[in-house]
């Protein structure tokens, strides 16, 4: 028998007696439960109201912001991704010189000197097929000191559109894959945001109710302390004038002594409650400790357990996340199927080439006559050349590679095939497991307010049952043994009806984030309504 419980008839029993025959047969208050209230209310500390401790906790909590850090590392994530298809410019610039000996008689120079200059310039696009395209201009000035150098600077410049696309490895979805993978993370960091969300504001509600129960628990104790020591004080006046012995002295000794020790335990266990508040809201109260300001509800909405079950597996962010990363693995299982085939690309291009240039006079031996070219212009007028595809240049074709073995592709799908199983038996492990949790905290809801009318009852039961024992003890027709048993009873009976107003308030928290916020203990909400 619980010694905290056994300790409430001393205190009963002190409030009948230890004012004698003055104070004999004295009813006891109508309501036990409001002397309770009164005690707490006298409780020194920050109250608190259950909307300040949830806006503070979501304001500051680490599990929010770490969740948040995620969310933010996961668009980070997607953005890094999708730059892979962004258009790319690119260039080059070169200069390069030669001094080349030569015995050639066609060199035109006993040390052959030449100077060059390359120029090119582009863009480039990768697009989410596979697709890869490309643009570019080259010039490519060129000087020497050859006599036979009909052009001196020489400008060459050529210009191509290319194009390569992927048949086989590489296509489609492995192109995306990794942007793919990006996005759906990136849905299962938000939707693990939100979790976070409502598992800190179901933490909250939970310690916050805790902490009520804890007062009401404090108040039991110091009323049967305080009473404890008014039943020892009669007991020894009795004692004195040969009413009772000396072994009921000592047992209302040992009662004061356990109260003292439960006042201790049930103020320690109110202080860690508020502590723990405390860390999740980020700040310490203003006062000894905090105090809820509110009650728990004592009348929820109880909605039927397979809807609660359907909305679970919609709306849990929980459950979504593990979806977003079911999804994730998948992408890149189809991204993989293909990259486990052959390379086979089709490839294809169009450009056109440009010459232009200062001519010079060139002498052949045996002609005394100079050669001069018709070809004539700037760098410019070679590129323009270029551009008009004045000359213009084509191909089309297939590239192929085909690894022996291909052990690194078919074992990479083979191993995120693996990957996609256990993902979706981790999904079905958690629908089952989050089902078996609403259908529990479904059946504490439902019996939430019966449990209440219950536990009402037997307080006023169990009190009158003190209450009729007392009257009985004072005429010597019970027992103190039998008081005491009537007393564990009553102090039982309080202990429920605190722990039935609890575990009702607890399991509606627990159904809100279970079901994703869209039970709300009132009514249902959905898309808002």
């Given amino acids: 028998m619980n010694p905290r419980v056994l300790l409430f008839l001393c205190a009963l029993l002190a409030v009948q007696v230890s004012g004698g025959q003055a104070r004999a047969g004295q009813p006891l208050p109508t309501n036990p439960d409001s002397v309770l209230t ?42 890094r991704e999708k730059g892979a298809f962004d258009p790319e410019l690119f260039g080059r610039a070169t200069m390069s010189g030669a001094d080349t000996p030569s015995a050639s008689l066609f060199a035109g120079a006993d040390v ?45 410049s050529y210009g191509e559109l290319t194009m390569r696309h992927p048949l086989l490895k590489g296509f489609g979805p492995a192109a995306r894959s990794d942007l793919t993978f990006a996005e759906s993370t990136r849905d299962g960091a938000l939707a693990r945001y939100e979790g976070a969300l409502l598992a800190l504001a179901t933490e909250v509600e939970t310690v916050y109710w805790q902490l009520y129960a804890a007062e009401r628990n404090l108040g039991v104790t110091l009323m049967v302390r305080s009473q404890a020591q008014a039943f020892l004080d009669d007991t020894r006046l009795r004692a004195s004038a040969g009413m009772i012995g000396p072994s009921q002295v000592a047992n209302a000794e040992y009662f004061l002594t356990e109260a003292e020790q439960a006042v201790l335990d049930t103020e320690e266990d109110l202080d860690r409650l508020s502590d723990r508040l405390a860390s999740l809201l980020g700040r310490r109260p203003e006062g000894k400790r905090f105090r809820p300001g509110d009650r728990p509800p004592g009348d929820f909405l109880v909605v039927d357990p397979d809807s609660l079950v359907a909305v679970a597996r919609r709306q849990n962010p929980e459950l979504q996340a593990i979806m977003r990363d079911t999804e994730a693995l998948k992408a890149r299982e189809r991204g993989a199927v293909w990259d486990a085939r052959p390379s086979l690309d089709l490839v294809g291009g169009l450009g056109g080439n440009g010459l232009a240039g200062n001519p010079q006079d060139v002498f052949f031996p045996g002609n005394p006559a100079p050669t001069r070219t018709t070809i004539s212009g700037s760098r410019g007028d070679a590129a323009s050349q270029a551009l008009g595809r004045d000359f213009p240049t084509w191909n089309v074709g297939l590239v192929f590679s085909v690894p022996l073995g291909n052990r690194e592709g078919s074992g990479e799908r083979d191993r995120l095939r693996a990957e996609v199983v256990r993902s979706e038996q981790v999904l079905l492990s958690a629908q089952r497991a989050f089902e078996e949790e609403i259908r529990a905290q479904h059946r504490e809801l439902e019996r939430g307010r019966q449990r209440l009318e219950i536990a009402g009852r037997g307080v006023s039961a169990s009190y009158k049952q003190v209450e009729i024992g007392m009257i009985e003890f004072q005429n010597g027709q019970a027992t103190a043994f039998e008081l005491v048993r009537l007393a564990a009873d009553l102090g039982n009976a309080q202990q429920r009806y605190s722990q039935a107003l609890v575990r009702t308030a607890r399991a509606a928290a627990v159904l809100r984030q279970l079901t994703g916020g869209w039970y709300n203990g009132n009514g249902t909400k959905e898309n808002g309504s």
């Avoid at 707490?40 to 109201?49: D, I, K, Q, R, Y």
């Avoid at 060129?142 to 600077?153: C, E, R, V």
């Fill in 112 to 156: 052959l000197q030449t100077e060059s200059t390359e120029l090119a310039a582009g863009a480039r696009l990768k697009t989410t097929f596979g697709t890869e395209f490309s643009a570019s201009l080259n010039s490519l000035r060129l000087s020497s000191n050859s006599s036979f150098s009909a052009l001196s600077p020489e400008y060459q």
């Fill in 38 to 79: 009164a005690t707490v209310a006298g409780f020194p500390g920050e109250v608190l109201t259950l909307e300040d401790a949830l806006a503070g906790a979501r304001g500051q909590a680490p599990s929010a912001r770490i969740a948040q850090a995620q969310v933010t590392a996961a668009e980070s994530a997607v953005r």
